[in-house]
């Protein structure tokens, strides 16, 4: 049977494995050092919810809500997610590390020392995200929407420039670090923004 989460409830160090928590509510709830081990997620609804020291391995989820949330020093590896909606969340110190994620929506957000190493993503929205210190390493990304994001000081040398298929808001990388032949890649996009002709 699974464990059955409430909204607004206070987890501290609580362990989940292969638990089903499809469909449960744990909108504002407090998390703290929780562990998810092989879980499915489907439809989890965690909007406005505090997680700090969680650690999230092997789970998966067609659907994941969590906007409006708080996440601190908190880890997903090997998971994998059809939709992460946390748009206007606050995200502090997170790693996700080699996941397979769908649709990722973390527009107007805020990302403080956020990482994703070896992740791949189909849809990256960061429009309007407010970003320091994001470091992508060994990552694929499909599409990525930066239109009003500021990512000044955000580290990309770890993008796979060539497997973007579509990047909107090309404004949104000032400030930001890339590999050099992922600048050349991105070249007629920039002499595009720019008005710049290429002969």
Known sequence: M???????????DESFVDEDLSGEDAS???WLDVTLTGCTLD??????????????TRSHATAL??????????????????ALTAHGSRWDRVTLRGCRLGFVNLRDARLEAVRLEGCQVDDLDLAGAQTS???????RVRRLDLNRASLAGADLTGLDVAALERLDGV???????????GLLTLAPLLAEHLGIRLA
């Open 43 to 56: 439809e989890l609804v965690l909007d406005s919810a505090d997680l700090a020291a969680c650690r999230i």
């Open 2 to 12: 699974s464990a059955r989460l409430v909204p607004d409830d206070l987890l501290d």
């Open 65 to 82: 809500h969590a906007r409006d949330g708080g996440w601190r020093d908190t880890v997903w590896e090997g998971s994998r997610l059809g």
């Open 28 to 30: 504002g709830a407090r």
């Open 171 to 181: 404004a949104g990388l000032r400030g930001a670090t890339l590999a050099h032949d």
């Open 133 to 139: 210190r994001l470091t992508l390493v060994d990552c």
